[in-house]
């Protein structure tokens, strides 16, 4: 218990001379060094806060979007009777089963042709895709499953054709049979249409399966039961699920389909991490610079406590906690500028637009910048750039710690 009160002294000691040291100082230069690692520091969290915010907001919408309009599990060659889907349905992940039909065609009216994706579902699928038919124009899906003739596209494409509803459009598919390939040229009255903001909007095609008897669509492509998930995120452990109980069935996700994609958007967020966290550390080595100069401009300051009694590491701690007060301000003080940044970034970037002319989201399928918060991204910044700025000021404390008190005392 003698031992607390001195801890305590000297933990107030450190505290006094290292803001003492951080506000005093009779090298200018060192101070200005010094500002300029807080800043530097500050401003390369702040880019790397609202870099990472915007990279996770347009993966959360590519995310969102795509899974509007894309099965979520897929089994091929199994109709409702099958007991794979008995299965399925008592799962609480899974909301529903239908039938589909998957494969490409391509899709032509007023002398332009387009390749599309063809998707069909049967009545109960067609009115249970509520993702897709919340972005639908006019009447909606439920129209589409009343009319086994009747078609519904992506309104870009829609324009593109030259098309409206009631119009007649002509599609051809590529039947198989055996070894014979043959061209299958079909009639469809257009429906409706819908926008999802996303690619399927150019090249889907959603189409009633009464059009066709079964036999005819498997000739054509992929048929078979697709399962609509709760959170279409669960997609790969109830496909690994499934398989797991049913080893021969030809299961497929979301993630097969466009998992290489969206690695690719995981791959880049790292990327741009990795590169902007380089900025982070070109400021913590200015604190080295900062803190080195600080060292030699109080060697005699330092020899002078060393002779009344101060211990290394009472030194040591000393530069170590001004290190880290300049992280810790610097690094709260970015973070929250990226915040501020990222929550007003559509209007920054459009007031640079009025400015300079340039439409920065021309060209995709995005009105304004998504952006989407992590607290874990969040910390990960925290602790990383705190971290590196620590151990940049740990050579400086060091080296001042060392100090002969005999030599820097004169």
Request: hydrophobic content about 50%.
């Amino acid at each position: 218990m003698s031992d607390a009160p001195h801890r305590s002294a000297d933990v107030g000691l450190v505290f006094s001379l290292a803001l003492r040291l951080l506000t005093h100082s009779e090298n200018r230069f060192a101070r200005f060094v010094t500002w300029v690692s807080f800043i530097g520091l500050s401003l390369g969290v702040m880019i790397l806060t609202v870099v990472v915010t915007v990279m996770n907001g347009f993966d959360h919408e590519l995310k969102t979007r795509l899974l509007q309009s894309i099965p979520h599990v897929t089994i091929a060659d199994v109709g409702l009777d099958d007991p794979i889907a008995t299965v399925a349905l008592n799962k609480s992940a899974v909301l529903g089963v239908h039938r589909y039909y998957r494969g490409l065609g391509a899709i032509t009216a007023s002398g332009e042709v387009h390749p599309v994706v063809v998707y069909a579902a049967d009545r109960d699928g067609l009115v249970n895709m509520r993702e897709l038919n919340d972005h639908m124009l006019g009447v909606g899906l439920a129209a589409l499953a009343e009319n086994s003739s009747g078609l519904v596209l992506g309104a870009p494409l829609a324009r593109a054709l030259g098309v409206n509803r009631g119009d007649v459009v002509l599609m051809m598919g590529v039947e198989t049979e055996q070894d014979i390939v043959r061209p299958r040229m079909m009639k469809f009255e257009m429906i409706d249409a819908f926008f999802l903001g996303a690619e399927p909007d150019y090249n889907l095609v959603v189409l009633n399966l009464d059009y066709f008897p079964a036999g005819q669509w498997k000739k054509m492509g992929e048929v078979g039961l697709q399962l609509t998930l709760a959170d279409p995120l669960l997609a790969g452990q109830i496909a690994g699920e499934l398989s797991a109980e049913f080893p021969r069935s030809k299961l497929g996700s979301w993630e097969t389909q466009y998992g290489e994609l969206f690695q690719a958007v995981q791959l880049e967020k790292s990327m741009m991490f990795v590169l902007l966290l380089l900025v982070v550390a070109i400021a913590a080595f200015n604190i080295v610079a900062g803190q080195t100069m600080l060292v030699n401009d109080k060697r005699r300051s330092i020899a002078i406590l060393r002779t009344m009694g101060c211990t290394q590491a009472v030194i040591r701690w000393v530069f170590l906690l001004q290190g880290g007060l300049i992280s810790l301000f610097g690094t709260i003080l970015g973070i929250l500028a990226g915040l501020f940044v990222a929550q007003w970034i559509n209007q920054i970037l459009g007031f640079v637009e009025s400015v300079s002319g340039m439409h920065l989201l021309d060209g995709s399928f995005f009105v304004e910048v998504p952006t989407l918060v992590s607290p874990f991204d969040l910390l990960v910044i925290g602790l990383m750039s705190a971290g590196l700025c620590l151990l940049s000021a740990w050579a400086p404390a060091r080296r001042a710690a060392e100090l002969d008190p005999v030599v820097n005392l004169h």
